[in-house]
């Protein structure tokens, strides 16, 4: 191994929403890199699938479907992750969701179901891997927020609020579990071509401004995360806690 603080043998990962998109994208590249991979979704077809990829490309993984939305379901599948596979190293909360509607007509149930999915399963799951983990003395959590922890645009208030959260519940879980040996980061992604930001990607409208508003000029490819998630999963980042990493083409660098 040419770099070994970035080496992840013997680590095993739980990557949730990693059926597609950037979580698929992370599983991956921690794969690569030397990882068990632990699969979660909830379109069981969507998961069997991406396992079969992994496992064509000789990586070890396995499934768990769990609800990240539902504590009790959580706790069932972590422990039986635990028991039946094998002790969860790195937690990567990812699963997410997006709706797009001016702030005034925003549905009360839309409202509820985007900071179950977005913040509440960041600390469902957190807390029942943590538990784990503190029990082992160490361990290490990514979760993903994103530019809109620091930035907001309309229509997306919600997800501005939750992603927000996200990046304050990362700062809170460092602040109770480093004493631990935890580390808890998160990444923040700027505009990355993925399934939730498809319809964006599909206007010309958008991708014109996007270009014009990100020093970079472009849209972000999922694959360009990797690098990221390895350094905060991996003994590279040791005495890193509590930290928000944009990976966003300087988009909240310049006005």
Known sequence: MAFPLFDLTGRRALVTGSSQGIGYALA???AEHGAAIVLNGRDRSKLASAASSLKEADHDVAVSDFDVTDPDAVKRGVDAIERDIG???ILINNAGMQFRTPLEDFPAERWEQLLRTNVSSVFYVGQAVARH????GGGKIINIA???SELARPGIAPYTASKGAVRNL?????TDWAKYGLQVNAIAPGYFKTPLNQALVDSQEFTSWLEKRTPAARWGEVEELVGSAVFLASRASSFVNGHTLYVDGGITTSL
Not at 133 to 136: D, T, Y
Request: contains cysteine; aromatic residues 0%.
């Open 87 to 89: 002790p969860i190293d």
């Open 146 to 148: 994103s530019v809109q």
């Open 133 to 136: 983990m503190i029990a082992r």
């Open 28 to 30: 991956c590249g921690l």
């Open 170 to 174: 990362t700062r809170g879980m460092c």
